[in-house]
């Protein structure tokens, strides 16, 4: 017999968008500007510190939370610079955000619960919801209100089945970094009608023109109902040493022990002396990173805001430009699927990340070098003013 589970639905399965399409194009001069990697190579300190750990013999089972050292060091920052003040109890090492929140989606959604997305949303979030046997509801903010969370746009999908709201701040796509007024709003819509918070901060170190980043647990009320989920992946440029770290209220920590422990047992325990090495590092380090980004969208904008029927506002963080096309009276999708082919240039359909995003493309501008975003905005240039 081959019957999937139920679980598993087409949306479930969705998850990849323009890079699963280009992945089977061979033979193509492609620029790959639609997946959110990191262009960097890991720093030097974090590896031989990795590289350390593993000649010490630090290879066998540690603590299911994560070693003690590091949350020691994540307890630290985050009251430092999130302002959340926890126990070490309280504190899990992840295999990178993705898996904080799906540890977190499988503890609290039960079949029939609601989980309210803010759209544009993080696909990848809806096939956890699903997988939870959770239903998606969204919620469209304005694009022409620059994206702002609005209580008054959130309140109306909230019901009786309503378990969650989930969170990206800084924003993946829209690089919004919202305001503490706008948390605030959120927030007290969820202390009203009682309802968790699922914040993913991945993005929080990468923030321009003295973009402020707040931790919504961190405002009064919020941090008994609210799990927050951070990693070294985008900061860092540690994608694929899958290693994060998430933060919840103490009744909840039981819960989200059974799902990490039932599936990984925890994370590899020589990598975690690399987030060590990460988070007590010299912070220039982590600095220069952070401008490299800065110049990139620099670039990036700039030239956008040159092309016929393209606007872009300035992200405020996050390593993505949100251009709006609308003006080229082209749908993303098939305008995505042109450029792909016309320019070998791969971006991502706005509309991927729900109908609020439509009239928009999402441009990595973080996992590429300079010469080869310079060779990308010449393509994107000469078919935007072929277009005009």
């Given at each position: 017999?081959k ?42 300190h974090?590896?031989?510190a ?8 630090k ?23 999130n ?20 540890a977190?989606?499988?503890?609290f959604?039960?079949?029939g ?6 759209e ?20 469209p ?5 620059g994206f ?26 829209t ?11 959120l ?10 918070v699922?914040?993913d ?57 059974k ?22 590092g ?7 990173l ?7 969208r620099d670039?990036?904008?700039s ?58 493309l999402?441009?990595c501008f973080?996992?590429l070098?300079?010469?080869?975003i ?15």
């Amino acid at each position: 017999m081959k019957h999937l589970a139920k679980r598993i639905t087409e949306t479930s399965k969705k998850s990849f968008g323009m890079y699963g399409r280009a992945a089977g194009i061979a033979d193509r001069d492609l620029i790959h500007m639609e997946l959110g990697r990191p262009h960097a190579d890991t720093p030097d300190h974090i590896k031989e510190a990795t590289i350390g750990a593993i000649r010490a013999g630090k290879v066998h089972y540690s603590d299911l939370r994560g070693v003690a050292a590091l949350r020691q060091a994540l307890r630290a920052k985050l009251e430092r610079q999130n302002d959340i003040a926890v126990p070490l109890e309280r504190i899990i090492v992840t295999n990178g955000l993705t898996h904080g929140s799906f540890a977190a989606i499988m503890a609290f959604v039960d079949p029939g619960d609601e989980a309210i997305l803010l759209e544009p949303y993080y696909p990848q979030h809806i096939g956890k919801i699903e997988l939870a046997g959770g239903k998606v509801v969204t919620a469209p903010l304005d694009a022409a209100n620059g994206f702002r969370i609005d209580p008054a746009l959130i309140e109306p999908k909230i019901t009786a089945r309503t378990k969650m709201i989930v969170l990206i701040n800084p924003c993946n796509p829209t690089g919004r970094v919202y305001s503490r007024e706008e948390l605030q709003g959120l927030a007290d819509l969820a202390i009203k009608h009682d309802l968790l918070v699922l914040s993913d901060e991945v993005y929080e170190d990468i923030l321009f023109d003295g973009a402020c980043h707040v931790s919504i647990a961190s405002l009064p009320g919020m941090a008994e109902r609210t799990v927050t989920m951070f990693a070294f992946t985008k900061s860092y440029a540690m994608d694929g040493w899958r290693i994060g770290y998430m933060t919840a209220p103490g009744w909840a920590v039981d819960a989200l022990l059974k799902i990490t422990a039932n599936d990984v047992t925890h994370v590899n325990t020589f990598i975690q002396d690399g987030a060590l090495a990460a988070v007590t590092g010299d912070p220039a380090v982590l600095q220069g990173l952070i401008a490299e980004d800065k110049a990139k969208r620099d670039i990036v904008v700039s030239r956008l805001n040159q092309m016929p029927g393209v606007t872009c506002a300035w992200p405020e963080g996050t390593i993505y430009a949100f251009p709006n096309i609308a003006a080229t009276g082209l749908q993303s999708q098939p305008l995505a699927e042109r450029l792909l082919e016309d320019t070998g240039v791969v971006v991502e359909a706005g509309s991927f990340y729900g109908a609020a995003g439509e009239g928009h493309l999402r441009i990595c501008f973080g996992s590429l070098s300079v010469d080869e975003i310079n060779d990308a905005l010449g393509r994107l240039q000469r078919f935007f003013s072929s277009l005009a």
